[in-house]
Every structure is written in C-alpha cells, then in structure tokens.
C-alpha cells in the first residue's frame, strides 16, 4: 500500500516549497511521500535554499524545480499552498482530500549582503520548521 501523497505548491518551485518539502519529510518519516511544484517552475532550486537546509542536516541537492502539471495524474491526497499566487492557480488533483494554505514571504526577492539575504533564507525557512513539524506530530498523532 502506497503512503498519502503530500503536494507542496509555490509559484515558482525554487525556494518556500523546497524548504518545506525537506522539512516535511524529515519531520513526517514514513508518514507521507513528500513533493514540491510550482505553477511557474523557476527551473532550480536556489543556492540559498539548499545553503539553510544543509545548516540543519538536510540534503535537499537532489531536489529539482517542476511544473504542478506533472502531478495531475497522481492521487494527491494532500496539497498545501506556500505563497498567494499558487493559492489562486492551484487545481484539484486526482484523489486530493485536503487542501491548506500557509503563506510564507520568498526569501529569492531578500536584498541586501550576502549575510542579509542568507537571515531571510534562514527566518523564512525557521518558520516554514516550526508549521511544517507541527503538520507533522498532527499526523502522528493522528495514526
């Protein structure tokens, strides 16, 4: 039996999405099978996105950006919007039971240093941490 397929959305796949899908599926362990798309796939994963996974022991370096087409075939069971625009756009997917929408701000537009943009990657991928690990108990708990 295959394990509910959790979809994360953002708009352009390269950062708020790819943080939480490595954080969820740290957190959730063989709960779920995570993924991540966006509606207009940016086409890379940000340095800086996978630079503040590693800090907390993630390897995201795997990840790649993709379109949300590729999962209208799948059965999603849960998607989980993490910007606005993707909220707007988001489908239904085969199979989908849930949906949620929990906005994050895109470290990609942070200006400044480069230590200045790395805390924007670091604040925002410290709050998609303690929602997403909370998703996750919410799901052990649940079992």
């Known amino acids: 039996m295959s394990k509910p397929l959790v979809l994360i959305l ?7 999405s ?7 599926r740290k957190a959730a362990g063989d709960l779920v099978d995570v993924a991540s798309a966006g509606s207009k796939p940016a086409g890379y994963v940000h340095p800086e ?12 370096s795997a990840h790649r950006s993709k379109h949300l087409d590729a999962f209208l075939t799948v059965p999603v069971t849960t998607v989980i919007t993490v910007c606005g625009k ?3 756009v988001c489908p239904t997917f085969p199979g989908q039971v849930r949906r949620h929408h929990w906005g994050f701000d ?17 604040r925002v991928r410290d709050e ?3 929602v997403f690990e909370a998703y996750a108990a919410g799901l052990r708990d649940a079992r």
Do not use: M, W, Y
């Not at 996105?49 to 995201?60: M, Q, R, S, W, Y």
């Open 86 to 88: 993707a909220d707007q």
């Open 106 to 122: 895109d470290p990609a537009h942070a200006t400044g240093t480069p230590e200045e943009v790395r805390a924007e990657f670091r």
């Open 18 to 24: 790819h943080l939480a899908e490595a954080i969820l």
């Open 128 to 130: 998609i941490r303690k």
């Open 10 to 16: 953002c708009t352009g796949n390269s950062c708020r």
């Open 49 to 60: 996105a996978l630079a503040v996974l590693a800090e907390i022991g993630l390897d995201a």
